[in-house]
């Protein structure tokens, strides 16, 4: 069996006769074709058989003939071997729809030639763009024969030449047609899609997508040879409608981008560009098809590569309302930019590529149909979600809301201020737990009752923040006592840590950064168990901006980690909502809101089953108005003592005292402080104060107080501050008799701890040391 070409070998002559083989068979035979240029066009057959210019045929020695935009001829010759003892019927193909003129002679009689007439031995054998140029041969049994071909364009020059059995020519044309058949059925079934989208919702991005449909509609079958095939027309005259649907579809492409919302500063120049670019396209393609006809491909084609790559840059720029969207067209536009770049090098054999340049007229517009279509498809997934969402929220309209919120605060001002009132009346330790217990109940409603109130503006779009002074200590110290009495129901210690390089006042809305830092903080409370939560409070600086950053710590068991993740994630506001997003909690969407309305970012830095850290960055101006503080140079060279359990808590009391001037020394247990005491006093340099913590192992709080009471040996005795996380007036009397003269609710501020020790100077002068 002869399974392969008798010139295999480098060294072999390209006019070698080519040995045909037993079996069916498609080769690709353009390295043993000889080659002569003819740039006058007008040589004829009869002097292409002079021995003369036999002698200028050169062989190509190239997978593929490539000679660029040329108005030569060029006359391809070869050679075919019939060992076997009979006639054998072949097909030789030559690829490109630009070759407008094909004629192929039979020279093996010498001098003498055989005018091969395609229309007469060849009737049926037409042929897709691989075969666009086929010529049915008959090699007579044990010869050899010889044939020229002489091949002419007026624009851009590449063929391959191929020698195939009849089997394998019309295989090959079935497989391009069935290809070719589920390419035009696939897109005309994106452009009914396309249409409905249009017709149900009236956008411009679908109509100008269906149109893009529509063009590549005619556009492969013209490129690829089928439209002669199927009608009565000339192969030059389909490859210009070819080439102008091309174009055409690169309007309709940059229209489809251009009708996106673009937002931002530069939306309006961005469109004006794209609108530009979009109506040269077919203006430019016509004058060239007048004036330079056969340079109409490389003319359309390098249109296309300029507007592939200037839409991609305009997407990478911009901003608009469909960012997804926007992003599946940036992709698909710098894919198909490149592809077509990769088609043009190959083409001007700059490159070796052809297999992908023979195949690029299907796939890259299927790129392209494939962005537009997922760019459609998050478009209504997003409006879908906002319409949900839009529909779930207002099931209650803003104004009733707003009427809602309203008539809650008066109930629950009445019950907080009936609450203090029976406070200043006797009431037994229990009493006290219950009145307290219905005083923070009446402070969360209030809360629910503001943000009702604020998720009534936000739908109405009226929400305004206020800039009002307000002092930060404050505040920060109002929310984290707020959580005490649960965070000690779920034994984790409240942390509060503001660096002495914060202001104290600043301008904003006070009320809704209240609100932001309560669901802050309640959420992270919410799944905390067992370990400490801190909050430390340290300036911030970005460029031209500044404000307070918020440092928020968890040091403790934390549950269901992915789920409090999950909940920060709803409150980044730079990243968009899942589809899912009306079944999120609505007090997390209404601080979402807020946060984006503060212009302030949230960051998650960790979050494992151990702790977790966030970082809140607040631009925040500062207030003009700085409030005074006199009195301070009385604490300074206090000697204090600090006891607690907690370390954190320990580092920040001794570096807000420091702060005033006072001399800190700190112990981790109520044994060792009762110690430090009697050695202070052997020393002759007693403490003046001491803080002590309620909550402590081995030795809490008051038992420690007790102590110092009725041990004879501390003498003079420190005043004493405790601090605690359970209700002041539960410990209250337990805590006056054992001498302690303040308490303070955890987490207490550096200003509630200055005044507090304040209070204790100016109460009793404190011994001075002596």
């Excluded at 391809?76 to 030559?94: C, G, I, M, Q």
């Excluded at 950053?549 to 789920?563: A, G, M, N, Y």
């Excluded at 570096?655 to 060792?672: A, C, F, H, L």
Aim: proline content about 5%.
């Amino acid at each position: 069996m002869f399974a392969l070409l008798a010139v295999l070998s480098s060294t072999a002559r390209a006019n070698n006769p080519v040995l045909l083989p037993n079996t069916s068979f498609d080769y690709p035979i353009t390295p043993y074709v000889a080659v002569l240029e003819d740039p006058t066009g007008k040589l004829g057959i009869t002097t292409m058989l002079s021995r003369e210019q036999q002698l200028r045929f050169t062989p190509s020695h190239a997978s593929s003939l490539k000679f660029g935009i040329t108005d030569s001829a060029y006359w391809l010759r070869f050679s075919l071997t019939n060992p076997y003892a009979r006639a054998r019927h072949v097909v030789v193909t030559l690829s490109g729809k630009e070759l407008d003129d094909v004629e192929f002679y039979d020279i093996s009689a010498g001098d003498d030639y055989l005018h091969i007439r395609r229309d007469d031995s060849a009737r049926s054998l037409r042929g897709s763009f691989m075969q666009a140029h086929p010529a049915e041969l008959t090699i007579p049994p044990q010869s050899t024969r010889s044939y020229l071909i002489r091949v002419h364009t007026g624009g851009l020059f590449s063929t391959n030449v191929h020698l195939l059995s009849m089997d394998r020519f019309v295989a090959n044309e079935q497989e391009i047609f069935t290809l070719q058949g589920a390419s035009v059925g696939w897109v005309l079934a994106t452009l009914a899609w396309f249409l409905f989208i249009f017709l149900r919702r009236q956008r411009l991005f679908s109509a100008f997508a269906a149109g893009y449909c529509l063009t590549i509609v005619v556009y492969q079958p013209a490129w690829m040879g089928i439209f002669p095939l199927l009608f009565d027309i000339q192969p030059g005259t389909s490859g210009v409608a070819g080439e102008l649907a091309l174009s055409l579809s690169a309007t309709l492409h940059t229209l489809s981008i251009w009708s996106l919302a673009w937002q931002g500063r530069h939306a309006a120049v961005i469109r004006r560009l794209l609108l530009t670019l979009a109506l040269v396209h077919i203006p430019v393609s016509l004058l060239t098809l007048m004036l330079f006809p056969q340079g109409l491909l490389l003319i359309v084609t390098l249109q296309v590569l300029f507007n592939l790559f200037a839409t991609a840059l305009a997407l990478a720029s911009g901003q608009t309302a469909q960012p997804v969207a926007k992003r599946r067209l940036l992709i698909g536009n710098l894919l198909v930019g490149f592809g077509v770049l990769i088609a043009i090098l190959t083409t001007y054999n700059l490159l070796s590529l052809d297999v992908f340049t023979d195949w690029a007229p299907m796939l890259l517009p299927f790129t392209v149909v494939g962005s537009l279509v997922l760019a459609q498809m998050d478009m209504i997934r997003s409006t879908t979600a906002s319409k949900v969402a839009e529909n779930r929220s207002s099931g209650l309209p803003p104004s009733l809301l707003s009427q809602i919120s309203h008539e809650l605060r008066t109930p629950i001002n009445g019950v907080i201020g009936m609450n203090e009132l029976l406070n200043d009346t006797p009431l037994s330790a229990n009493q006290r737990e219950f009145s307290d217990t219905i005083s923070l109940a009446g402070r969360d409603l209030l809360h629910v009752a503001n943000e009702i109130s604020d998720l009534a503006r936000i739908q109405n779009k009226a929400l305004e923040l206020e800039h009002r002074p307000f002092n930060l200590s404050m505040l920060l110290s109002q929310v984290m006592s707020h959580f005490q009495q649960e965070a000690t129901r779920k034994q984790v210690e409240l942390v509060m840590d503001i660096s002495e390089d914060v202001s104290e006042r600043f301008e904003g809305d006070s009320n809704r950064l209240q609100t932001l830092l309560h669901n802050l903080i309640g959420q992270a409370l919410a799944y905390t168990e067992y370990g400490e939560l801190s909050l430390h409070a340290a300036p911030y600086h970005n460029g031209q901006t500044s404000g307070v950053q918020l440092q928020l710590q968890l040091s403790s068991t934390i549950v269901k980690p992915d789920e409090l993740k999950q909940a920060f994630h709803i409150l980044q506001y730079q990243h968009p909502l899942n589809e899912n997003s009306h079944n999120e909690p609505w007090n997390l969407l209404v601080t979402r809101h807020l946060l984006e309305k503060m212009h302030a970012t949230l960051d998650v830095e960790s979050m494992t089953d151990q702790g977790a850290s966030l970082t809140l960055c607040l631009p925040l101006k500062t207030s003009e108005i700085q409030r005074t503080t006199a009195g301070d140079e009385s604490l300074i060279g206090l000697k204090i003592l600090i006891v607690d359990d907690n370390a954190s808590l320990r580092s920040v009391i001794e570096k807000q005292v420091k702060r005033w001037g006072m001399r800190p020394e700190s112990t981790y247990s109520g044994k060792e402080a009762l110690a430090m005491l009697r050695n202070q006093i052997n020393l002759g340099q007693p403490y003046d104060v001491i803080i002590i913590d309620h909550d402590m192992p081995v030795m809490n709080g008051m038992q420690l107080a007790e102590r110092i009471q009725q041990d004879d040996d501390i003498t003079p005795k420190p005043a004493r501050l405790m601090l605690t996380g359970l209700s002041i007036s539960a410990i209250n009397d337990d805590a006056q008799a054992a001498g302690i003269r303040q308490i303070l609710a955890k987490p207490a501020s550096g200003e509630r701890l200055r005044q507090a020790l304040l209070e204790l100077r100016y109460r009793r002068p404190l011994p001075a040391n002596d």
